[in-house]
């Protein structure tokens, strides 16, 4: 009932940046939180970081600073900037957004994730 769909991924060298960005759409009523996830080969999924309905971001470990969310709630989407990108950022990207589906309850959907590549 909720489907999101991830792009911006892509290869790239150490100290560029990417945007990516994760857009909602279906049979929904509203939408909570947005959250972006990352997950490197051989490791578990991590937070990068969130954003409440009403604006407020929350970023995890050394990633605030560089990264940036945000997001647009008439397109319901979900953005996320990466400046200075380093080799340590690669992994596939995923997009959370907790959500209430018509005739349904809040709940998590997931993105099919975004591969980042980041060259030395």
């Known amino acids: 009932q909720v489907q999101l769909v991830e792009s911006g991924g892509g290869l790239v060298q150490a100290g560029e940046s990417l945007t990516l960005s994760c857009a909602a759409s279906?049979?929904?009523?509203?939408?909570?939180?947005m959250a972006w996830y990352r997950q490197a080969p051989g490791k578990q999924r991590e937070l990068v970081a969130s954003?409440?309905?009403?604006?407020?971001?929350d970023y995890a470990g050394s990633d605030k600073g560089r990264f940036t969310i945000s997001r647009d709630n008439a397109k319901n989407t979900v953005y996320l900037q990466m400046n200075s990108l380093k080799p340590e950022d690669t992994a596939v990207y995923y997009c959370?957004?907790?959500?209430?589906?018509?005739?349904?309850?809040?709940?998590?959907?997931w993105g099919q994730g975004t591969q980042v590549t980041v060259s030395s």
């Open positions: 959370k957004v907790n959500a209430r589906a018509t005739w349904d309850t809040f709940r998590d959907y």
């Open positions: 279906g049979r929904f009523f509203s939408i909570n939180y």
């Open positions: 954003i409440t309905s009403g604006g407020n971001t």
